[in-house]
T-cell receptor
């Protein structure tokens, strides 16, 4: 089956630093990737949609200058949390759609837990 | 934009009990519907999906869901739950052109052995 891998799975950083999270589709080409944020005991909130080779589309209320998304290749998207603060601590999950089959199903990464001290 | 409502936040059942988790969506056009499961410490996995055709969809691990268009619902069912079904269940919807996927708030299922 289609595999999506995220790295790192968890990261602790100091307030004010930037953190980059990678999302890779391992066995398929992902023309579209999505970044979600999940707070404890809550649902996944869509942050942005990332299309390969173009700018990401951010959901209302998501600061694009704070959450930088790059989708430079068909197998890699990155989320950079710039100048992180404790309120950015959360579980970040990426997902990808197989551009070749386009069944509509999204394949999810394992998630990355960010803790900002 | 579409939205998804899950009515039950936490459901506690004994093994062998029957399960039904409610899901309603709000969207004016044609939609694709999904149920995902998240076991403790694991990533989201697809249980089943509905695109078109038979409104009764069968998924993995004995789960099924029924799409009732008139009620904008896509409830998840399982006739007999097991302890291993303890997990968080999310209903999700995408528009017909498969743009962004929206999730419900999730339902935590606890199955007592």
């Amino acid at each position: 089956g289609a595999v999506v891998s995220q790295h790192p799975s968890w990261v602790i950083c100091k307030s004010g630093t930037s953190v980059k999270i990678e999302c890779r589709s391992l066995d398929f080409q992902a023309t579209t990737m999505f970044w979600y944020r999940q707070f404890p005991k809550q649902s996944l909130m869509l942050m942005a949609t990332s299309n390969e080779g173009s700018k990401a589309t951010y959901e209302q209320g998501v600061e694009k200058d704070k959450f930088l998304i790059n989708h430079a290749s068909l197998t890699l998207s990155t989320l950079t949390v710039t100048s992180a603060h404790p309120e950015d601590s959360s579980f970040y999950i990426c997902s990808a759609r197989n551009g070749e089959t386009n069944t509509g199903e999204l394949f999810f990464g394992e998630g990355s837990r960010l803790t900002v001290l | 934009a579409q939205s998804v409502s899950q009515h039950n936040h936490h459901v506690i059942l004994s093994e062998a009990a029957s399960l039904e988790l409610g899901c309603n969506y709000s969207y004016g056009g044609t939609v694709n519907l999904f149920w995902y499961v998240q076991y403790p410490g694991q990533h989201l996995q697809l249980l089943l999906k509905y695109f078109s055709g038979d409104p009764l969809v069968k998924g993995i691990k004995g789960f099924e869901a029924e799409f009732i268009k008139s009620k904008f619902s896509f409830n998840l069912r399982k006739p007999s739950v097991q302890w291993s079904d303890t997990a968080e269940y999310f209903c999700a919807v995408t528009s017909y052109n498969n743009n962004d996927m929206r999730f419900g708030a999730g339902t935590r299922l606890t199955v007592k052995p």
